[in-house]
């Protein structure tokens, strides 16, 4: 072995030692190249998940039915592109550039959550978006508060307070609508129904098929499995369903006592494996709406650029 | 025809309210399509400023009004002929230098008028006014800067964004719109003197659009009737989308 060999693995211990004893990995700090290549690819795809999440909700902003509802949506969808952007902020910090890694967004070489392939089809979709989705958002997220890596952790800490609210501002859509008329309450019945099954999709595979999580825990980077946040979700969702007289549709829910969580039943992996390589019913939809945005977008930032190198030029003369 | 003070008052409120509903509908179209991210954002937030504006003028309209009827009610249970905005508001948001202008051309307006209205004997409006002023302000800081940076970017840029203005230009005319709405309740020192606004507007107008190098188109013609409730055709489709809910499931509540 050489010199070079022995002092990278000198560092990796190092380094997993810091990992081990909680002490966060800051952009500047030496990090092995798989470490800020898994970072660069679960932050990437976080902020494009933020992006391509204000489609389905931006789909209804000008339908909002009243304008305290109206300007609720709208601040819900600016908050989602301020996430993205701290998160692409964080991706810069480790040498990924923010234009290339939308690029792959738009080549369909990067992935963003599976959730955002679903139509919003009715009003209700916008409660049980903000209850569902965000909420399990809320659950993915509040661990990676924790996580190693600090620009990542510290971004986390603003947009869960922002989820937060995000959740509770759906929960509190779908409530009235459950507790609202009958033509209502079968808004928001068909709209749980139709968002249940894609929301426990959005933990990820099971842990047995996950093939990144092993490493990803041991890196802190991830610090619960994706089976564990699902049973978290669960058991939180559940009650609030029950609470306002909806029905989750699953007919194997159950409570477990021994193990004090729901018992649920199987997931359509197939229905999760096709939307994950492109073929749930608006992925097209959605990349071709990002990609359209930058390339029908592209001459405004030229013209920007263009205007910043004549101003420089006249500031140097 | 006699007008009397709470009626002149009411439609006066409804004319700022209108525009402010129909560009911040037209502004949240761009919702996740905006050209950079940044874009994206900012436009976001204006629409939610003007949303706000809407409410906030909608709210003291139904006030004046005195009739049961809520913000929402009259922002969402209209017909077209009785929206008041001007036809600029109304026009489609085109590729982002035609949003850009109308947006522009509305700002420098907006600003002239917020500064006299917050000067209102009414109380309540003069408040509303006022806190409108400060969000109109950077409204207008965002468009003149897209201005400039359009209209002496690339060629490109410039050649769309003087499209723009040409397009457009003719929509201008009508924020000077007044009537005997107006008349009383500049004399009740409630109101503005909307014409004297046009002097100012068109020097600002001129200055952004002098440091843009865009041209002032030569054609003078000037359409109207936005303010009488004759619309252009977009409106229709916009209301029709805008009330889509309220329509389909009517007295429900959300
Ligand atoms: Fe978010
Ligand atoms: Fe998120
Ligand atoms: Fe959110």
New binding site residues.
């Given amino acids: 072995m050489d010199m070079k060999n022995i002092n990278l693995e000198d560092k990796e211990r190092e380094f997993q030692a810091k990992i081990d004893a909680d002490i966060r990995i800051e952009p500047n700090d030496w990090m092995p190249d798989s470490y800020r290549k898994t970072l660069i690819r679960q932050i990437s795809q ?1 902020a494009h ?2 992006i391509v ?1 204000m489609l389905p909700e931006g789909n209804w902003v000008t339908r909002a039915p009243n304008l305290r509802r109206k300007a609720v949506l709208l601040a819900k969808v600016q908050d ?1 592109a301020g ?1 993205g952007l701290y ?1 692409y902020s964080a991706v810069e910090t480790l040498g990924a550039d923010r234009e290339d890694t939308i690029d792959d967004l738009h080549s369909g070489k990067a992935k963003y ?1 599976s959730i955002f392939n679903y139509p919003t089809l009715t009003w209700a979709d916008m409660g049980t978006v903000g209850w569902l989705v ?1 909420g399990a ?1 809320i659950m ?2 509040v661990p990676l508060c924790r996580c190693s890596y600090g620009p990542y952790a510290r971004a986390m800490v603003r ?1 869960c307070k922002e ?1 937060s609210f995000h959740q509770r501002q759906g929960f509190e859509i779908i409530a009235g609508l459950a507790n609202g008329t009958p033509e209502q309450k079968e808004l928001a019945q068909d709209s749980l129904n139709r968002w249940w099954w894609p929301a426990l999709m959005m933990f990820g595979p099971s842990d047995e098929n996950s093939k990144h999580t092993a490493q990803s825990i041991k890196w802190k980077i991830k610090r619960e499995t994706n089976d564990e946040l699902r049973q978290k979700f669960v058991d939180v969702t559940v009650p609030q369903a029950e609470m306002i007289g909806l029905v989750i549709p699953d007919k194997d829910l159950k409570w477990n006592e021994e193990k004090q969580g729901y018992d649920y039943g199987e997931i359509n992996w197939d229905e999760f494996m096709n939307v994950i390589q492109g073929n749930g019913p608006c992925n097209k939809q959605r990349v071709d709406a990002r990609r359209n945005a930058k390339e029908n977008g592209m001459w405004v930032r030229e013209a920007a650029t263009a205007y910043a190198e004549k101003r420089q030029a006249k500031k140097a003369s | 025809m006699e007008i009397n003070k709470q009626d002149a008052l009411f439609e006066f409120v409804l004319r700022i309210a209108d525009d402010s509903l129909i560009l911040g509908h037209r502004i949240s179209e761009w919702c996740g399509h905006g050209p950079i991210l940044e874009e994206d954002i900012a436009l976001t937030n204006i629409a939610l400023d003007f949303v706000g504006q809407a409410t906030n003028f909608y709210d003291y309209a139904a006030k004046v009004e005195g009739k049961c009827r809520t913000a929402d009610d009259l922002a969402f249970l209209r017909f077209e002929r009785e929206y008041k905005n001007v036809l600029l508001v109304e026009q489609p948001n085109g590729h982002f230098g035609d949003t850009i202008a109308r947006q522009f051309f509305f700002d420098v307006f907006r600003k002239l008028f917020f500064e006299e209205l917050a000067k209102s004997t009414d109380e309540e409006l003069a408040g509303i006014a006022e806190k409108s002023l400060l969000e109109t302000k950077y409204h207008l800081r965002h468009s003149s800067e897209w201005m400039i940076r359009l209209g002496d970017g690339t060629e490109e840029s410039h050649a769309k964004i003087q499209e723009s203005v040409d397009t457009l230009w003719r929509y201008t005319g009508e924020l000077f719109f007044s009537n005997e709405v107006d008349a009383l309740l500049l004399n009740e020192k409630i109101g503005v003197d909307i014409a004297a606004l046009k002097r100012p507007w068109e020097k600002q107008v001129r200055e952004i659009l002098g440091e843009a190098t865009i041209e002032i188109p030569a054609h003078a013609w000037q359409q109207a009737g936005g303010r009488t409730g004759v619309h252009s055709e977009h409106l229709g489709y916009l209301l029709t989308e805008l009330q889509y809910m309220q329509r389909a499931y009517p007295g429900m509540e959300w």
């Fill in positions: 976080h998940s933020e999440g989602e996430h998160l959550s965000d958002a993915n997220q947009v989820e």
